[in-house]
T-cell receptor
């Protein structure tokens, strides 16, 4: 049973467009929602994260939109660049153990 | 610089053999985790530990053992390696306190033949 669902599986956008990656979750006790990106052959790296006390978190071109009622959150990448091409994972965790439950990933390709 | 170092970087193991993956952190973090990554499955938690000499089962612990002999070191042990355990394994550490970020190691690519 996948507790964190991610879509789409793959996404292609043109340079300069906004890429939108979506996630949903089931467990209402989740209280931390990070997004990671991963380049081929590398380990995942934290991009941006949000807690449910907020419904929006911005960091440069990256924005998380969070909807607690619908248990959904999304990552918007504005002005997408070819260097943003990577696999993006959403995740969720709860409590002090910090166990992250990852989505299956979205492979983003930004065409120049 | 705080870091998580995994060894080996890659390994080929024979089915039925014993495999030990090692992880060493210099972050002074209490929590350590082992995840495996397979194509199409994202990252899944195998074992984790929040203190030396204690380990906890994650979401997919079957076929794996873990050992945390010290705060710095956390090993993943495959007593009888199987083909299905071919994957990339990531170790990570995290300080105590909710919602703290992970520091991931570079990964170990394991091929079981």
């Amino acid at each position: 049973q996948q507790q964190v669902r991610q879509s789409p599986q793959s996404l292609t956008v043109w340079e300069g467009e906004t890429a939108i990656l979506n996630c949903s979750y089931e467990d209402s006790t989740f209280d931390y929602f990070p997004w990671y990106h991963q380049f081929p052959g590398e380990s995942p790296a934290l991009l941006i994260a949000i807690r449910p006390v907020s419904n929006k978190k911005e960091d440069g071109r990256f924005t998380i939109f969070f909807n607690k009622r619908e248990k959904k959150f999304s990552l918007h990448i504005a002005d997408s660049q070819p260097g943003d091409s990577a696999t993006y994972f959403c995740a969720a965790s709860t409590g002090n153990t910090g166990k992250l439950i990852f989505g299956l990933g979205t492979t983003l390709q930004v065409q120049p | 610089e705080a870091a998580v170092t995994q060894s080996p970087r890659s390994k080929v193991a024979v089915t039925g053999g014993k495999v030990t993956l090692s992880c060493h952190q210099t972050n002074n973090h209490d929590y350590m985790y082992w995840y495996r990554q397979d194509t199409g499955h994202g990252l899944r938690l195998i074992h984790y530990s929040y203190v030396a000499d204690s380990t906890e089962k994650g979401d997919i612990p079957d076929g794996y053992k873990a050992s945390r002999p010290s705060q710095e070191n956390f090993s993943l042990i495959l007593e009888l390696a199987s083909l299905s355990q071919t994957a990339v394994y990531f170790c990570a550490s995290r300080p105590t306190g909710s919602n703290s970020d992970y520091t991931f190691g570079s990964g170990t690519r394991l091929l079981v033949i």
